[in-house]
């Protein structure tokens, strides 16, 4: 079946460094990838979508790389901030639909 | 523009009770989606609705929830009788297109606790 994994421990950082987030997968090639921030008590808020044939895409200080050989999703944030630490998921549509799997999150702690 | 919103965004309730979980999209967004969380576990996907049409409810537990959306605006989202395991976050989410490449708009989450 299909599965999405990311680090399950926090990534602690301090502030101004460049945070690297993973996204691993198996059994899928997904025509896209997605990323979310999801704070405490909220819902998950989009940042970003990669397509299939996209190596890299970039929103202000976030950066995405997908790599479909590896099966392999990358998020970074350059010049963190102490409001950057959240929990980011990555999602991919299921069976080449609309419907998302999410993986578990990686919770970002961004030290002032 | 609104958001995303749910209601209640907390709810307690004991085992066998009726708990109905409500979900106003953003408008003119014609597909809502539900998706739940349940503690330890990832984000997993419940249902599709185009306008007041299911069109994928594969992720649906059981037939103890019952998703309606009447009219094609607001979606309820009902669990009779409720379980312990049914406790959890309830996320609706609604997106303007159906196809690939579509972003999905998250409300806030329903907590439900179920005692």
């Known amino acids: 079946s299909q599965k999405i994994e990311q680090n399950s421990e926090a990534l602690n950082i301090q502030e101004g460094k460049t945070a690297t987030l993973t996204c691993n997968y198996t059994?899928?090639?997904?025509?896209?990838l997605q990323w979310y921030r999801q704070d405490p008590g909220r819902g998950p808020v989009f940042l970003l979508l990669i397509r299939e044939n996209e190596k890299e895409k970039r929103k202000e200080r976030l950066k995405v790389t997908f790599d479909t050989t590896l099966k392999q999703s990358l998020f970074h944030i350059t010049a963190s901030q102490p409001a950057d630490s959240a929990t980011y998921l990555c999602a991919l549509p299921m069976d080449s639909s609309y419907k998302l799997i999410f993986g578990s999150g990686t919770r970002l702690l961004v030290r002032p | 523009e609104a958001g995303v919103t749910q209601f209640p965004s907390h709810s307690v309730i004991e085992k066998g009770q009726t708990v109905t979980l409500r979900c106003d999209p953003i408008s003119g967004h014609d597909n809502l989606y539900w998706y739940r969380r349940v503690m330890g576990k990832e984000i997993k996907f419940l249902l599709h609705?185009?306008?007041?049409?299911?069109?994928?409810e594969s992720g649906m537990p059981n037939n103890r929830f019952l998703a309606e959306r009447t009219g094609g605006t607001y979606s309820t989202l009902k669990v009779q009788p409720a379980e312990l395991e049914d406790s959890g976050v309830y996320f609706c989410a609604s997106s303007l297109r159906t196809g690939t490449y579509t972003e999905a708009f998250f409300g806030q989450g329903t907590r439900l606790t179920v005692v």
């Open positions: 059994n899928y090639s997904p025509a896209y």
């Open positions: 609705f185009v306008k007041e049409s299911k069109q994928d």
